[in-house]
């Protein structure tokens, strides 16, 4: 078949053709909605119109198999429609409520995990791991489906005070609102770079490099033509190896997670916060990742245990405070949680009014 | 200036930075328009003109993107030369 | 097609959360590319290091983004993704399709690539992951034939992304889906043609509970609020004290401000002390509904920790109203993006730069006045500029104090 004739700036197809009627019908005029199971909520309209919809989980890297799957039950069900949330899951809508009970019965059947809406843990916002990057230190996936196995409970039933949103990211590029959600994995290098100097001078601009370091860790190497790295100013960061490929990060014994808490994006009740780092490192343990898994499922039950209801985990610990946190959940204090590099002044305490 | 004309001065711009500066769009537009006394648009739209062309191309690396003069191979794979 | 032995990420088709790792071995099953990403991922599995290189230069003619270059390191022991480009699709807004619409970008992907996708990459784009350079300019042929356009990538304006806002949300206060698809039109050019001095992320959110999180991830960030008074239902919140809410802990406790109070019987609120956290609105969906007079609270700055630490946005419009054909918003990028030229360094993001020049400098270049909604605090130190003008402002303010014999703080 012969390639058709191209067009350029064109933008996405406009997005009302993909509008199910009853969300065309009811655009802007929604009056309430209501959580009937974490699987499943219903909006209603000013109209007196519904709309279920169910949502089901994904593991975000998908087959055209398996989108073909979403589309056949959008078929079946939904009339053809359906989409995906920022979160990664697919979501399918009906108006007739008579649908909706064979709807869950087919994805049942075929497998699909139903939940996430309200207070649980919803899909889990990664990044492209040793999947798909090239700055990756771990595998964001494999950390992903190897946390939410463990805490399937809290997707699928099991009620939590509030909303947990868990992000993991593979380096410190943080590609996707890593740095602030409840929970988060970071990858970290824990070595100072390599560099190949005989590249250097054909892959990298100099000034670029030097600029790249946040802490001026770099300065020229004339002799080699090349950079030198001061050892003790690095912090691993790897932004020099994003502008320059000849300096080398990678070590697969000292790569490793470091595990964030506390922070959301929403403004409800407290302003957005960033999350902050409690665990420094746990080593790279694929293909199953035990000890991160373990540390992330032991916060989510302290939480769970300890937060009022409607407290993120980042307004429990404000409320409680970290040295308490720290001494509920058990986790080493270590010089990692201690800023020292631009935000100490803001971080530290300033008053005797702590606890015990 | 005739397209034609303003386009050599663009590539030679270009060509003198190879290898030693990468040149983002601004850098040329706003290196050649004040070679030549010329408006900034004609500049840019002049550019882009060979851009579609092949004649430059957009790249990227050091995370960042750059125009550049395409390389041999770049051209074989778009079919712009045998 | 060789036959990979993959005892390590085997284990994880184990478990009861859907398995990328199946995914993997689904398109495996029929793609050469596919089948090769799996053996290629069992290895890093295995050595624990990745082996992708540096993005190359990839595209399609006469754009500059959209196609992210990918080749490994492993080329010879893994031909299939020797190359392993990714093409960034631009979203519809709000994520939805149509059954039609997203097997057509199945075929076309299962003919030219790996068959792998991500659903969606964390811009918003629809990601293809894993093609050859010379299936490049087919892709974009096929895809923009059929009314879909690559995503920006490199140092251009990101495919804009949005809520669902106003399609399946009650709260939303603009029109999220519209706004993003009038921006992403109007701003063709500076999505394909990477222009800038690094990346520019515009995220929309219908409102506080900011679902796209654009508060922490986009350079601007357009969040749904609204003036006036909440809508009470008091028959509603009557309803959920008989349900069993105890809506003094869970709702009046709650509340920032304390501006709401319950006798038993209704709600009250003193919406003027209101600062529209959205608590009370979340909680008792159906008894109370924002305002009516609508708009968005525009924020500029946000980014991940690279370089110097991740920055949340901060707040530069307390309130612009978002109505078609949106001129207002389009004007206020346009002048935000001359004062970032202006400005920038290579690779800096437009929050690091207004920390290097200072905010009255932005603002001043945006035309937007000083306002304490802008704040969490005034500065703490007394090291300040007073410009000429400044000056003669100050002495013309007490000139008139002396004329009216009023003070004017």
Same mark, same amino acid.
């Given at each position: 078949?012969?390639?058709?004739?191209?067009?350029?700036?064109?933008?996405?197809?406009?997005?009302?053709?993909?509008?199910?009627?009853?969300?065309?019908?009811?655009?802007?005029?929604?009056?309430?909605?209501?959580?009937?199971?974490?699987?499943?909520?219903?909006?209603?309209?000013?109209?007196?119109?519904?709309?279920?919809?169910?949502?089901?989980?994904?593991?975000?890297?998908?087959?055209?198999?398996?989108?073909?799957?979403?589309?056949?039950?959008?078929?079946?069900?939904?009339?053809?429609?359906?989409?995906?949330?920022?979160?990664?899951?697919? &979501?399918? $809508?009906?108006?007739? !409520? *008579? %649908?909706?009970? @064979?709807? #869950?019965?087919? =994805?049942?059947?075929?497998?699909?995990?139903?939940?996430?809406?309200?207070?649980?843990?919803?899909?889990?916002?990664?990044?492209?791991?040793?999947?798909?990057?090239?700055?990756?230190?771990?595998?964001?996936?494999?950390?992903?489906?190897?946390?939410?196995? &463990?805490? $399937?409970?809290?997707? !699928? *039933? %099991?009620?939590? @005070?509030? #909303?947990?949103? =868990?992000?993991?990211?593979?380096?410190?590029?943080?590609?996707?609102?890593?740095?602030?959600?409840?929970?988060?994995?970071?990858?970290?290098?824990?070595?100072?770079?390599?560099?190949?100097?005989?590249?250097?001078?054909?892959?990298?601009?100099?000034?670029?490099?030097?600029?790249?370091?946040?802490?001026?860790?770099?300065? @020229?190497?004339?002799?080699?033509?090349?950079?030198?790295?001061?050892?003790?100013?690095?912090?691993?960061?790897?932004?020099?190896?994003?502008?320059?490929?000849?300096?080398?990060?990678?070590?697969?014994?000292?790569?490793?997670?470091?595990?964030?808490?506390?922070?959301?994006?929403?403004?409800?009740?407290?302003?957005?916060?960033?999350?902050?780092?409690?665990?420094?490192?746990?080593?790279?343990?694929?293909?199953?990742?035990?000890?991160?898994?373990?540390?992330?499922?032991?916060?989510?039950?302290?939480?769970?245990?300890?937060?009022?209801?409607?407290?993120?985990?980042?307004?429990?610990?404000?409320?409680?405070?970290?040295?308490?946190?720290?001494?509920?959940?058990?986790?080493?204090?270590?010089?990692?949680?201690?800023?020292?590099?631009?935000?100490?002044?803001?971080?530290?305490?300033?008053?005797?009014?702590?606890?015990? | 200036?005739?397209?034609?004309?303003?386009?050599?001065?663009?590539?030679?711009?270009?060509?003198?930075?190879?290898?030693?500066?990468?040149?983002?769009?601004?850098?040329?537009?706003?290196?050649?328009?004040?070679?030549?006394?010329?408006?900034?648009?004609?500049?840019?739209?002049?550019?882009?003109?060979?851009?579609?062309?092949?004649?430059?191309?957009?790249?990227?690396?050091?995370?960042?993107?750059?125009?550049?003069?395409?390389?041999?191979?770049?051209?074989?794979?778009?079919?712009?030369?045998? | 097609?060789?036959?990979?032995?993959?005892?390590?990420?085997?284990?994880?088709?184990?478990?009861?959360?859907?398995?990328?790792?199946?995914?993997?071995?689904?398109?495996?099953?029929?793609?050469?590319?596919?089948?090769?990403?799996?053996?290629?991922?069992?290895?890093?599995?295995?050595?624990?290091?990745?082996?992708?290189?540096?993005?190359?230069?990839?595209?399609?003619?006469?754009?500059?983004?959209?196609?992210?270059?990918?080749?490994?390191?492993?080329?010879?022991?893994?031909?299939?993704?020797?190359?392993?480009?990714?093409?960034?699709?631009?979203?519809?807004?709000?994520?939805?399709?149509?059954?039609?619409?997203?097997?057509?970008?199945?075929?076309?992907?299962?003919?030219?690539?790996?068959?792998?996708?991500?659903?969606?990459?964390?811009?918003?784009?629809?990601?293809?992951?894993?093609?050859?350079?010379?299936?490049?300019?087919?892709?974009?042929?096929?895809?923009?034939?059929?009314?879909?356009?690559?995503?920006?990538?490199?140092?251009?304006?990101?495919?804009?992304?949005?809520?669902?806002?106003?399609?399946?949300?009650?709260?939303?206060?603009?029109?999220?889906?519209?706004?993003?698809?009038?921006?992403?039109?109007?701003?063709?050019?500076?999505?394909?043609?990477?222009?800038?001095?690094?990346?520019?992320?515009?995220?929309?959110?219908?409102?506080?509970?900011?679902?796209?999180?654009?508060?922490?991830?986009?350079?601007?960030?357009?969040?749904?609020?609204?003036?006036?008074?909440?809508?009470?239902?008091?028959?509603?919140?009557?309803?959920?004290?008989?349900?069993?809410?105890?809506?003094?802990?869970?709702?009046?406790?709650?509340?920032?401000?304390?501006?709401?109070?319950?006798?038993?019987?209704?709600?009250?609120?003193?919406?003027?002390?209101?600062?529209?956290?959205?608590?009370?609105?979340?909680?008792?969906?159906?008894?109370?509904?924002?305002?009516?007079?609508?708009?968005?609270?525009?924020?500029?700055?946000?980014?991940?920790?690279?370089?110097?630490?991740?920055?949340?946005?901060?707040?530069?419009?307390?309130?612009?109203?978002?109505?078609?054909?949106?001129?207002?918003?389009?004007?206020?990028?346009?002048?935000?993006?001359?004062?970032?030229?202006?400005?920038?360094?290579?690779?800096?993001?437009?929050?690091?730069?207004?920390?290097?020049?200072?905010?009255?400098?932005?603002?001043?270049?945006?035309?937007?006045?000083?306002?304490?909604?802008?704040?969490?605090?005034?500065?703490?130190?007394?090291?300040?500029?007073?410009?000429?003008?400044?000056?003669?402002?100050?002495?013309?303010?007490?000139?008139?104090?002396?004329?009216?014999?009023?003070?004017?703080?």
């Amino acid at each position: 078949m012969a390639i058709p004739q191209r067009k350029t700036d064109i933008g996405p197809p406009k997005y009302d053709q993909f509008l199910p009627p009853a969300i065309k019908k009811n655009y802007g005029k929604w009056k309430y909605h209501e959580v009937i199971t974490p699987g499943t909520m219903v909006h209603v309209g000013e109209s007196g119109d519904k709309l279920w919809t169910v949502r089901v989980a994904s593991p975000r890297l998908l087959s055209t198999a398996t989108i073909r799957e979403h589309c056949d039950i959008a078929e079946k069900f939904c009339d053809g429609f359906f989409r995906y949330t920022t979160r990664n899951n697919v &979501e399918f $809508m009906v108006a007739d !409520e *008579s %649908k909706l009970e @064979p709807l #869950k019965k087919e =994805l049942t059947d075929r497998g699909f995990k139903m939940g996430g809406i309200g207070n649980a843990i919803s899909n889990v916002v990664h990044t492209q791991g040793w999947v798909h990057c090239h700055s990756a230190c771990t595998d964001a996936s494999g950390l992903v489906k190897a946390m939410m196995d &463990e805490l $399937m409970p809290y997707f !699928e *039933s %099991k009620p939590l @005070p509030n #909303k947990v949103r =868990l992000a993991v990211a593979c380096c410190v590029n943080m590609c996707g609102a890593v740095h602030c959600s409840d929970i988060a994995v970071v990858a970290v290098h824990t070595k100072v770079p390599e560099i190949k100097h005989e590249l250097f001078k054909n892959m990298c601009e100099l000034p670029t490099v030097i600029g790249s370091c946040p802490t001026r860790a770099i300065s @020229p190497d004339p002799a080699n033509k090349s950079v030198k790295i001061n050892a003790e100013k690095c912090m691993y960061c790897g932004n020099c190896f994003t502008v320059c490929p000849p300096i080398s990060i990678k070590d697969a014994d000292r790569d490793g997670v470091a595990i964030l808490v506390g922070g959301k994006v929403n403004s409800l009740r407290s302003n957005p916060k960033f999350s902050k780092l409690v665990i420094p490192y746990i080593s790279n343990e694929p293909p199953r990742w035990p000890k991160a898994v373990a540390a992330i499922k032991h916060i989510v039950d302290v939480y769970a245990a300890n937060a009022r209801k409607h407290e993120r985990v980042g307004e429990w610990i404000d409320r409680i405070g970290w040295e308490r946190f720290f001494s509920l959940t058990g986790i080493d204090f270590t010089f990692q949680s201690i800023d020292d590099f631009t935000f100490m002044r803001d971080t530290m305490r300033t008053a005797s009014t702590f606890k015990w | 200036m005739e397209t034609a004309e303003l386009q050599d001065k663009i590539f030679a711009f270009c060509e003198a930075a190879k290898g030693k500066k990468k040149l983002k769009e601004k850098d040329i537009i706003k290196g050649v328009s004040a070679e030549l006394s010329l408006e900034a648009d004609v500049v840019k739209k002049a550019m882009r003109g060979m851009i579609d062309v092949g004649r430059l191309m957009y790249s990227y690396g050091g995370g960042a993107s750059s125009v550049e003069i395409p390389s041999e191979e770049y051209l074989r794979e778009k079919g712009m030369i045998p | 097609m060789k036959k990979y032995s993959t005892p390590l990420i085997d284990e994880l088709e184990k478990g009861p959360w859907p398995s990328f790792v199946t995914e993997m071995k689904k398109a495996a099953k029929t793609n050469e590319m596919s089948n090769d990403a799996v053996g290629h991922l069992e290895k890093c599995y295995a050595t624990k290091v990745g082996y992708w290189k540096h993005g190359g230069i990839v595209g399609v003619l006469g754009y500059g983004g959209g196609v992210i270059g990918r080749y490994s390191e492993l080329g010879d022991e893994f031909p299939g993704v020797a190359h392993f480009h990714t093409v960034r699709i631009n979203q519809p807004s709000g994520f939805y399709y149509t059954s039609a619409a997203m097997k057509e970008i199945c075929d076309i992907w299962d003919k030219y690539g790996s068959g792998l996708t991500n659903v969606h990459g964390s811009t918003g784009d629809l990601v293809l992951l894993g093609t050859k350079t010379d299936a490049l300019e087919n892709i974009f042929a096929e895809y923009s034939s059929r009314g879909w356009d690559l995503g920006g990538s490199g140092s251009a304006l990101r495919t804009p992304s949005c809520c669902l806002g106003p399609s399946r949300c009650e709260w939303s206060n603009y029109d999220t889906l519209d706004l993003c698809y009038a921006l992403t039109q109007e701003f063709q050019d500076e999505i394909h043609r990477p222009m800038f001095s690094y990346k520019f992320k515009i995220k929309m959110s219908g409102c506080a509970c900011d679902c796209v999180a654009s508060i922490a991830r986009a350079d601007m960030s357009i969040i749904g609020t609204w003036k006036g008074d909440i809508r009470i239902d008091q028959a509603e919140v009557a309803n959920y004290a008989k349900k069993g809410m105890d809506i003094n802990a869970e709702i009046i406790g709650m509340c920032p401000t304390q501006c709401m109070s319950y006798d038993g019987k209704e709600i009250k609120i003193n919406n003027a002390e209101c600062n529209r956290c959205m608590h009370c609105i979340t909680k008792m969906t159906k008894a109370l509904r924002p305002g009516t007079e609508r708009g968005a609270t525009i924020c500029i700055g946000s980014k991940a920790p690279i370089v110097v630490g991740s920055l949340l946005s901060w707040v530069i419009v307390p309130f612009i109203k978002v109505e078609e054909p949106y001129t207002e918003v389009k004007d206020l990028i346009r002048k935000i993006w001359e004062w970032w030229d202006d400005n920038a360094k290579p690779r800096e993001r437009i929050g690091e730069v207004i920390e290097m020049k200072g905010m009255r400098s932005f603002l001043e270049g945006i035309g937007q006045e000083p306002i304490p909604q802008q704040i969490k605090e005034p500065r703490k130190d007394p090291f300040m500029f007073y410009t000429e003008e400044d000056m003669v402002g100050f002495k013309a303010k007490e000139a008139e104090e002396k004329k009216t014999g009023k003070y004017k703080f």
